[in-house]
């Protein structure tokens, strides 16, 4: 199995709402990642969880926060987001921090209004 | 900061001709680069992986060419198709960093 997986595909939520992504591996890669990606951008890093413990946080607001429950979940929970966070949140794994190859998920667009 | 970037924000090309798409990166420590394909709606798909001890690797009907002089990477597509209307993107990585860097991306189009 070399998928990653997201969920929900789509979301729509209001700025006062709190709604949570959740990605999902199984290929027992040790590295998991967060990027944020607006239309004809490219990703932008957000978090880097290597063995659960978070490793990278690129100054993301606190609106955005990251959880990794167990080495194959990864999730992205958020509140009182503004309408210019409205992207495709993708996740991303790879064997080890070292960054080696990152297999990416299908990603979840978010509309915030 | 590390920086990579792209020579063409867009490509057009006929179906069956041959694409390239360049790349220049600054971070001299880089050693191994990755080409994306993203179709819209989409996370990005691996195409090719290159580290900086090579200059050239093959794939299925796509060639990825480093030179490292010059700092430069570019995907190679043979006999394109319109599947292969997507953006491109580079990636590079050190081994003393955690992350990767993506370029700005290529709009490659296809026209039948």
């Known amino acids: 199995d070399t998928e990653v997986t997201q969920t929900p595909k789509h979301l729509v939520m209001g700025m006062t709402n709190k709604k949570s992504l959740k990605c999902e591996q199984h290929?027992?890669?040790?590295?998991m990642y967060w990027y944020k990606q607006k239309a004809k951008k490219p990703p932008e890093l957000m978090f880097v969880?290597?063995?659960?413990?978070?490793?990278i946080n690129e100054s993301v607001p606190s609106r955005f926060s990251p959880e990794c429950p167990n080495s194959s979940l990864l999730n992205l929970h958020l509140h009182a987001l503004q309408p210019e966070d409205s992207a495709l949140y993708l996740c991303?794994?790879?064997?080890?921090?070292?960054?080696?190859?990152?297999?990416f998920g299908p990603g979840t667009r978010l509309t915030v209004t | 900061g590390e920086s990579v970037g792209l020579h063409l924000p867009t490509l057009s090309v006929q179906e069956g001709d041959n694409s390239i798409i360049n790349c220049a990166y600054s971070?001299?420590?880089?050693?191994?680069f990755i080409w994306y394909k993203q179709e819209s709606g989409k996370g990005p798909q691996f195409i090719i992986d290159i580290r900086s001890n090579m200059d050239k690797r093959q794939g299925q009907r796509v060639t990825v060419l480093l030179n490292k002089t010059v700092k430069h990477l570019s995907l190679q597509i043979a006999a394109t198709q319109p599947g292969d209307s997507a953006v491109y993107f580079c990636a590079e990585n050190s081994n003393t960093g955690n992350q990767f860097y993506f370029g700005t991306g290529t709009s490659l189009t296809v026209i039948p």
């Open positions: 969880y290597s063995y659960e413990k978070l490793s």
């Open positions: 290929m027992g890669h040790r590295a």
């Open positions: 971070n001299s420590a880089s050693d191994y």
């Open positions: 991303a794994s790879s064997q080890d921090w070292t960054g080696r190859r990152e297999y």
